[in-house]
């Protein structure tokens, strides 16, 4: 196989695009940012303490797009005609999304300048509201769109929301090491065949060996007024998002990344005694009825951002 990044000794190279014809170009990419309750109400207050935010991070976000080729370094420095990021507010769900379009006519598209405006954006969102709350969470970032080129026009798909082949991916992982304590988030983990999660306390030979929650059951529970949530406060070892466990039956399998095969062997888990914590301060909980617990079938190395398909 050839790679146009190396060279003939095996080094990094840019692209030699001097023979291609320079044609106009289109590219889009969006993306979200989780902030919550607490930001959103601050933000309809005009009471965030660094200010503008959307103003500051349109800027952020222009001038990051001109800079792309300097922050990624096989990218090619191309002259931008056209920068514009737009946003939307959603109040229920506790999110800012943003779409940038970047229009250029060169020897190569613009992808690259479109997801880097759509990032910073994000970023400086923030940056901009961490004195109000830093349980943030970027996520969905993608290249939307794009037009010109020899490869034609494209359009994103929904590569991670729910289809005939159920696919999701995973937002977050989370072990703790110790029973009784937070499970805390980490990058990747490696499953172990008929067992659970390398270095997980509630690993075992069991049948509940790895739990899973989707990131729209924890947005249900912010509805009844529950504060400060984050990924593995559910004591769910697997965050999913775009996969509706609801729907699954014991006995689906699951296929997280390249490796990892999982088989849904129970659903919801019974509260002991008056109730968990949360029950006890909302009235509801939503492990009882959404929380998924499987068998590791396959093991091997799952990361953050990996997809999970639904494998029947």
């Not at 479109?114 to 400086?124: G, I, K, S």
């Amino acid at each position: 196989m050839d790679f146009s990044h190396l060279n003939g000794e095996g080094l990094p190279q840019m692209v030699d695009v001097s023979q291609k014809d320079a044609t106009h170009r289109v590219a889009k990419a969006s993306g979200r940012i989780y902030v919550g309750d607490k930001v959103i109400a601050a933000i309809q207050n005009s009471d965030i303490p660094k200010g503008d935010i959307f103003t500051t991070a349109k800027l952020a976000g222009v001038m990051a797009a001109k800079k792309t080729s300097e922050l990624i370094p096989l990218c090619h420095n191309i002259f931008l005609s056209y920068i514009d990021i737009s946003y939307s507010v959603n109040q229920e769900e506790g999110y800012i999304e943003a779409t940038s379009e970047v229009r250029t006519s060169a020897q190569t598209g613009a992808e690259m300048e479109a997801l880097t405006a759509v990032l910073v954006f994000l970023e400086t969102v923030y940056d901009m509201c961490k004195a109000v709350e830093k349980n943030m969470v970027i996520t969905d970032v993608r290249v939307i769109e794009k037009k010109g080129g020899k490869s034609g026009d494209w359009a994103f798909v929904g590569a991670f929301s729910r289809s005939d082949k159920g696919l999701g991916r995973v937002v977050s992982i989370n072990i703790s090491k110790q029973k009784g304590t937070p499970k805390q988030p980490v990058s990747e983990a490696v499953l172990i065949e008929n067992f659970g999660i390398e270095g997980d306390a509630h690993a075992g030979t069991g049948h509940r060996q790895v739990s899973l929650l989707d990131v729209t059951s924890i947005r249900k529970m912010e509805q009844y007024g529950l504060k400060g949530l984050c990924f593995g406060k559910f004591a769910e070892n697997i965050t999913t998002e775009g996969l509706d466990l609801s729907k699954i039956d014991i006995g689906t399998r699951l296929k997280i990344g390249d490796e990892v095969v999982l088989e849904i062997s129970q659903i919801g888990k019974k509260c002991y005694g008056d109730g968990c914590e949360i029950a006890r301060t909302v009235g509801v909980c939503i492990m009882p009825k959404e929380g998924l617990f499987a068998r590791v079938i396959r093991g091997g190395k799952i990361k953050v951002g990996d997809c999970i398909e639904v494998m029947g």
